[in-house]
C-alpha cells in the first residue's frame, strides 16, 4: 500500500516523500508538528494550528474493490486551543463543489509538548480517520477540514497524488460503501498503533 504523508501549518506546508509499505506511526505525526512549529518560530511566526496527512492506496485492485474505491485517511489535527478539537468535518472541494468525507473512527485527544527556543508549548492533538474516493485523488481539488468554532477550511494538501498505474488507470472508479471486514483488516495492518487496541 503507497503512503502519502504531508504536514501542513497555518502558515507554511511541507510535503514528505512518499513512503510505500510501512506502517504508520503516531510519532511521525508528534515529529512533523515539533519540526514545523520550530520553522515558523524561525521565521518570526507563531504556530496556532497544524495538521498532519497520512493516506493509504489500496495494494491492488482487488482491495480497490473491497474498500469501496476508496484510500483511507488519517487527519492528526493539533491546535494550541483545546476547544478548537475535534474537527467538525473533512471534505474535498473540487469543481466548485464540496464532498463531505466519512469518517471511520476518532480518538482521544492528546497533549504534544512542542519545544521553540527556551519555551514550550503545549498542541492538543486529535487522530480521525476517513474515506476519500480514489476518484476525487485523480483531479484537481483540495482536502479541507473545519476546527471547532471560526477556523474553517484549514488547507490540508491538495490534489492529484500520483498513483500507481493499476489505479490511475483504472475508470471503473465510483466509490461504494466498503465492505467492513476488508476495512478492518486494512486498518489494523497499515495503523498498528491505533487499531490494534480497542477502540474508544
Known amino acids: 500500500m503507497r503512503r502519502l504523508v504531508l504536514a ?33 518560530g524561525k521565521l518570526g ?3 496556532e494550528r ?5 493516506i493509504c492506496l489500496p495494494a491492488d485492485l482487488a482491495e480497490a474493490r473491497a474498500l469501496g ?16 478539537l475535534p474537527l467538525t468535518s473533512a471534505y474535498v472541494r473540487a469543481g466548485g463543489r464540496d464532498v463531505a468525507l466519512q469518517r471511520i473512527a476518532i480518538f482521544p485527544p492528546r497533549t504534544d509538548k512542542v519545544r521553540t527556543g527556551d519555551s514550550e508549548t503545549d498542541f ?15 483531479h484537481e481539488g483540495s482536502l479541507l477540514v473545519d476546527f471547532t468554532g471560526e477556523r474553517k477550511a484549514f488547507n490540508v494538501t491538495v490534489f492529484p497524488i500520483r498513483m500507481r498505474d493499476f489505479l490511475a488507470k ?7 460503501a466498503p465492505d467492513k471486514k476488508a476495512l478492518a483488516e486494512v486498518l ?13
Open 8 to 40: 501542513t501549518l497555518a502558515v507554511v506546508a511541507l510535503v514528505a516523500a512518499p513512503a510505500w509499505g510501512e506502517p504508520a506511526r503516531p510519532e511521525q505525526g508528534q515529529a512533523a508538528l515539533q519540526k514545523d512549529a520550530e520553522m515558523v
Open 45 to 47: 511566526g507563531v504556530a
Open 50 to 54: 497544524h495538521t498532519h496527512f497520512d
Open 69 to 84: 474505491n476508496n484510500a483511507i485517511v488519517l487527519v492528526s489535527a493539533s491546535s494550541r486551543a483545546a476547544g478548537e
Open 124 to 138: 492538543v492533538t486529535q487522530d480521525a480517520f476517513y474515506l476519500v474516493p480514489l476518484a476525487l485523488l485523480k
Open 170 to 176: 483504472d475508470a471503473d472508479d465510483r466509490p461504494s
Open 188 to 200: 489494523l495492518r497499515e495503523y498498528p498503533d491505533w487499531f490494534n487496541r480497542p477502540q474508544p
